[in-house]
Nanobody
Framework: QVQLVESGGGLVQAGDSLRLSCAAS????MGWFRQAPGKEREFVAA????????YYAVPVKGRFTISRNNAKNTVYLQMSDLKPEDTAVYYC?????????????????WGQGTQVTVSS
C-alpha cells in the first residue's frame, strides 16, 4: 500500500508561485492531477521513479515543474506565474507502471488533495 500526503496549497495572487509537496512511500511513478469546481479531474504533470522522464499538460507547460527527491520520498510541483484558472484541488497519485502517465485511471493510489486558490 502506498500512502500519499499532499501539502503546500494555499491562497495566492495571480503571477505568484507556490510549491506543492507529496510525501510518498514506495518506488512508484508519480503524477499530479487537479480538479476545479464543476469540472472533471485533469492531468497536470508526472514523473518517473528515476526522474528521467517528465510529462506536462499543455496549460501548465513552461510554468510548472515536477521533481522528486527519492531520499526524502517526496515529489514536488513547483508552480510559477499562477493564473486564476489554476484554481483547483490538487492531488498527487502513484502507480507502478510507466505507461499512460496522463490517464487518471492508471493510478492506483491517491492523496487527499490540497486546495490551491489563485485570485486575480
Amino acid at each position: 500500500q502506498v500512502q500519499l500526503v499532499e501539502s503546500g496549497g494555499g491562497l495566492v495572487q495571480a503571477g505568484d508561485s507556490l510549491r506543492l509537496s507529496c510525501a510518498a512511500s514506495g518506488r512508484t511513478f508519480m503524477g499530479w492531477f487537479r480538479q476545479a469546481p464543476g469540472k472533471e479531474r485533469e492531468f497536470v504533470a508526472a514523473i518517473s521513479w528515476s526522474a528521467g522522464d517528465t510529462y506536462y499538460a499543455v496549460p501548465v507547460k513552461g510554468r510548472f515543474t515536477i521533481s522528486r527527491n527519492n531520499a526524502k520520498n517526496t515529489v514536488y510541483l513547483q508552480m510559477s506565474d499562477l493564473k486564476p484558472e489554476d484554481t483547483a484541488v490538487y492531488y498527487c497519485a502513484a502507480k507502478y507502471s510507466n505507461y499512460g502517465a496522463s490517464q487518471s485511471a492508471n493510478y492506483h493510489f491517491w492523496g487527499q488533495g490540497t486546495q490551491v486558490t489563485v485570485s486575480s
